[in-house]
């Protein structure tokens, strides 16, 4: 798989792992087949570092996996006791900052958001909900956008941009009030030119950007979380290719 | 849809023109578009989204992000409060509160008749001369019930701004202690002159021998900064100086930017030799609006006397030029590589990294980015050399500091002292009595209790950005580590998780706190939001957001134990207080319709 002649290993919870010159820590984790919880990355896109549940301790430093570059005989520890318990918290942090109902979500199953918290053993939400108002817009005919689940990750607005290149979606605000946008006067999805057909209608980590008409087409206890963690389960990019 | 935009395109083709039809402009170019409109309209929007070939939503994105820009109408006087919490102490929200009364309109929304709308802001750099307000981006300080109430009138009068007394505007210096670079007589070029008789290489090794070491606060050495810069490859070179002087309590580069300008592009400048730029930047935040003219005259004559421009001072091929940038309202810019994110006209929001603005700045070329204060001592040691300047101060923090004294104090102002000096030497000088705590640095700082004040500003024990707030015994540090937690709220940029949430959730617990319904439980909770924000966040505001409330539980404990009625179990919400909307419902308010305090805390 690596081509590269100067292939480099660093050590993952005590494994090794090769990595080439452009691969960050995650990257080569996957490669590898090693799972490093994550969110906002995807291995189709470059790295962006925000929703930070992929951090790890990097030679005793603790960054994000997924834009830390490792180097040769890096000690990179993730799987403990102790960052396990800090994604838990940045995961808590994510379920009180917006409204998710799982049980009538229609992405139950298939959230990696979701799929995530059952990794880390989340049992409560922890800290107190924010109930934020968030309407849910379905002017699209074939598309549904429910931001009321939406966790800023901004693939959809990286996937618009970089591979459709459209710029449908953006981020606006700043900081609790950051919030999706979509490109239109109206702030409805109709009124852009976005398609099912876009890369962004199929990035969604959660469920805001929602297909119309084949909710449930999948019973729940069929979907890919409930047939294995997520930990096991490859990439839904990854299992495409 | 185009008959919609016409009217917004008679006053943005000019400011579009100007500015090139560049996409990297786009922060100026709203900032200007919004000094002729009054706020950001939809259709201004669309039309700039035609123009630059931008997406609106990347527009709306930006603009949304600026807390000084505005896509809703806003008063046709739009008056904001600086809310630090020296313009607290000097009774900032009584005058909010009694301006809102006699204008008839409601804290953070427009009156009816869209006259006037009235909200709180952040810091806005007066605290030596507060309270200060900003009535559409223009400073008026040393708020009185007299002064609001003249404003008042002029408000509903519907004088225009340029003609109100010109006293409102006058911001004074208020220097109080001098020290090589506040007392340096500086005269424009002479540094400059005596370092082109150098080689940049020279140049760079007097800075070196200097010792001297960035004054933003992180201390980062500046010739390595400059030789990092120097060595790497890129098409163009940039000098940045960081004048988003955001930090609460700072407000020593404002005096610098308005007495001291000279002095300041000439490090630049100096800078500029040394790194081979041909360009640099002024980030001046939105609140310093008011300096602009001023710094373009200087600017004007700098040119004039060929000290910037093309052969400068007869130096042929050493061409540079400097260029001022805007800020809107957000602290966060503040650091570098989300203060370069917004010269590019983007969100500012801080990068990855590495790589470092040294190697991939601006337009990712190589970039230096110091502060205004580490410019002005450049050019001090381009004037003196560096051996002279290292033996300022101590071994390790070399040269002086200026300290931006506020707060509980008789002479609030300006103080410089070779690095070195003690806490207890400072509140001195400064005439503070009765002192409780300083607040070294501003939030993101050190709070040092009286017991620790013979501690010594400079890297190794005190570092600071510059910020000196002084509170005496009558003040509730509760409240003070209160009003910075929202400060961090307010202004965390929200793209990581931990900050983004973690931020409110600590302002939400001390609210809690605050409303008599926090137990020791919370603070554990606190404690552990501060381990994850310092591992987990992406830049140092979220690394320093429970700071203030850490060393205030560490050395005022009383000050939190009082807000304590429960010393055991707690319920997170307030069960009677939650009934309010039923007993408004009902138009019931009798003690039948209110559950016994007993009752919740059991």
Redesign the interface.
């Given at each position: 798989m690596f081509q590269n002649k100067d292939t480099y290993t660093f050590l993952l919870d005590g494994k090794t792992i090769p990595f080439t010159e452009e691969q960050t820590i995650i990257q080569a984790a996957m490669a590898a087949g090693e799972y490093i919880p994550h969110l906002c990355f995807n291995p189709e896109f470059k790295p962006h570092g925000s929703c930070k549940i992929c951090t790890v301790s990097a030679n005793g430093r603790q960054t994000a996996s997924c834009t830390q570059q490792p180097q040769a005989g890096m000690v990179v520890e993730s799987n403990t006791p102790q960052i396990n318990g800090e994604r838990l918290a940045l995961l808590q942090m994510l379920f009180v900052e917006g409204n998710h109902f799982c049980p009538s979500c229609e992405k139950s199953g298939d959230c990696q958001l979701q799929a995530t918290a059952y990794e880390m053993n989340m049992m409560s939400s922890h800290f107190d909900h924010f109930f934020p108002d968030r309407p849910v817009d379905a002017s699209h005919p074939e598309y549904l956008l429910d931001f009321n689940r939406c966790i800023l990750c901004s693939l959809c607005v990286r996937a618009s941009s970089d591979v459709d290149g459209k710029d449908v979606f953006s981020l606006a605000g700043r900081g609790i009030k950051t919030r999706l946008i979509v490109n239109a006067e109206s702030g409805r999805l109709a009124d852009t030119n976005f398609s099912g057909d876009d890369k962004a209608a199929h990035v969604c980590p959660v469920g805001v950007i929602i297909k119309k008409r084949v909710g449930f087409a999948v019973p729940i206890g069929q979907r890919s979380f409930d047939e294995h963690p997520i930990s096991f389960t490859p990439h839904p990019a990854l299992k495409d290719n | 849809m185009l008959s919609h935009m016409h009217k917004h395109a008679e006053y943005l083709d000019p400011i579009l023109s100007r500015y090139q039809y560049n996409a990297h402009h786009l922060l100026q170019i709203l900032r200007e578009a919004q000094e002729y409109y009054g706020y950001i309209h939809?259709d201004a929007?669309?039309y700039m989204a035609q123009q630059l070939q931008?997406?609106?939503?990347?527009i709306?994105?930006v603009a949304?992000?600026?807390?000084l820009l505005y896509l809703q109408p806003q008063g046709e006087y739009r008056v904001l409060f600086s809310d630090n919490i020296t313009d607290r102490m000097l009774g900032n929200m009584q005058l909010m509160e009694s301006m809102c009364k006699e204008l008839w309109v409601e804290a953070g929304k427009v009156s009816e008749d869209g006259l006037v709308s009235i909200n709180t802001t952040s810091c806005t750099g007066m605290c030596d001369q507060g309270p200060a307000i900003l009535v559409n981006n223009i400073v008026i300080n040393q708020l009185t019930k007299e002064r609001v109430s003249a404003i008042c009138e002029l408000i509903r009068e519907h004088i225009p701004l340029s003609d109100w007394p010109p006293e409102f505007f006058a911001i004074e210096d208020h220097i109080c202690k001098k020290d090589i670079l506040l007392d340096s007589n500086f005269k424009a070029g002479s540094a400059l002159a005596k370092s082109l008789r150098h080689s940049a290489l020279e140049t760079l090794q007097e800075i070196k021998t200097s010792k001297l070491r960035g004054r933003g606060g992180a201390g980062f050495s500046t010739a390595s900064k400059w030789e990092f810069c120097r060595s790497a490859t890129g098409e163009q070179h940039y000098v940045v100086c960081n004048a988003d002087e955001g930090e609460p309590g700072t407000f020593k580069d404002r005096v610098l930017l308005t007495s001291y300008a000279d002095m300041v592009f000439e490090g630049m400048t100096i800078c500029a030799h040394v790194i081979g730029a041909k360009k640099g930047f002024l980030y001046l935040r939105g609140e310093y609006r008011y300096l602009l003219d001023h710094l373009q005259a200087v600017l004007h004559h700098r040119r004039q006397q060929s000290q910037l421009g093309n052969n400068i001072l007869g130096h042929a091929g050493f061409n540079f030029d400097i260029e001022i940038h805007l800020g809107a309202g957000?602290y966060i810019c503040g650091e570098e590589s989300a203060l370069i994110e917004s010269l590019e006209g983007k969100?500012g929001t801080p990068r990855?990294r590495p790589p470092f603005p040294v190697t991939s700045g601006y337009l990712n070329q190589p970039t230096v980015v110091n502060n205004v204060e580490t410019f002005a001592c450049a050019s001090l040691i381009g004037l003196h050399g560096g051996a002279w300047y290292a033996n300022i101060g101590t071994d390790t923090s070399a040269g002086t500091k200026i300290l931006s004294v506020s707060g509980d104090c008789v002479r609030p102002g300006l103080y410089e002292y070779p690095f070195g000096v003690t806490v207890a030497q400072v509140l001195a000088d400064c005439g503070a009595q009765n002192t409780q705590a300083v607040q070294i640095s501003g939030p993101s700082g050190i709070c040092v209790a009286a017991n620790e004040f013979d501690r010594r500003i400079g890297f190794d024990d005190l570092p600071t950005a510059g910020a000196f707030m002084v509170f005496d015994y009558s003040r509730d540090m509760f409240e003070v580590a209160r009003n910075f937690v929202h400060f961090f709220?307010?202004?965390?940029?929200?793209?990581?998780?931990?900050c983004?949430?973690?931020?409110?959730?600590l302002a939400?617990m001390m609210d809690k706190l605050a409303q008599g319904h926090g137990s020791p439980y919370d603070f554990a909770e606190i404690e552990?939001l501060n381990?994850?924000l310092l591992?987990?966040?992406?830049c140092g505001l979220g690394h320093s957001a429970c700071n203030p409330v850490l060393d205030t539980i560490a050395k005022f404990r009383p000050a939190y134990d009082k807000q304590l009625i429960h010393k055991e179990f707690i319920p997170?919400?307030d069960l009677d207080y939650d009934l309010s909307q039923a007993r408004q419902m009902t138009g019931r308010d009798d003690a039948g319709a209110h559950l016994e305090r007993t009752n919740v805390s059991k």
């Open positions: - | 939809a929007i669309d931008l997406a609106r939503s990347q709306e994105g949304s992000f600026y807390s957000a969100r990855n709220k307010h202004e965390s940029c929200g793209f990581c998780t931990p983004r949430v973690g931020t409110s959730l939400n552990k381990v994850l591992s987990t966040s992406h997170a919400f």
